[in-house]
């Protein structure tokens, strides 16, 4: 997220929070993962748990945080929005009843993509209840079981025309290449487009 304040690290530093040694130990490893944010490195590393992250983070941008976890998550988030536009936005739809619906962002101050998903909200009529979380918290989510039970692949016809079907869906994607992954839960299906894999389902 591209907050316009001081780093996170000497926010962090000057309140004891972390150490010159955590700081220098983020560092080199945001060289090797130049995709993960200072925040979610000390939360993968172990530096620091994900909720005193959000909690110094969401002071930054007032906006309510969420810990992200499988347990949090009510609803299929795919009834709301496309996988792939979760995955590529780090926005993820996780609570919702009749009236409004709550919606965790890792980037709270992207106006443009909130004007997205507000439009494509719009057509269940919910008023959505924006929080914050770590791009990394959605990920790790979209791993879960609950997301994979949310993507079964119905069969169409037999085998052999559902994976025909993946191959078309994948072609429209322009995938790159196609995984097939056996699991207790049967055989996940992942593609990967414009270099990153994302979870198409599970058959």
Known sequence: MDIKRRPLGVE????????????????AYQKTHPELQFGEILYVLGIMPAKSILDVLAERVNVEPIVLSKSVIRISPTKYLPMDFIQENKVLPFQADKEKIKIAFADVEDEELMAEVEEKISKTG??????????????????????????????????????????????????SDIHFEPSTEGVRVRMRVDGELLVYGII
Do not use: C, H, Q, W
């Not at 962090?12 to 560092?27: A, C, N, P, R, W």
């Open 12 to 27: 962090l530093l000057s309140k004891g929070i972390i150490t010159e040694e955590d700081i220098d130990t983020v560092i």
């Open 126 to 175: 919910l008023k959505i209840v924006k929080y914050f979380t770590l791009g990394i918290l959605i990920d790790e989510v979209l791993d879960f079981d609950i997301m994979d039970r949310a993507l079964i692949i119905p069969l169409v016809g037999d085998v052999s025309n559902t994976v025909d079907k993946i191959i078309k869906d994948a072609m429209a994607k322009r995938a």
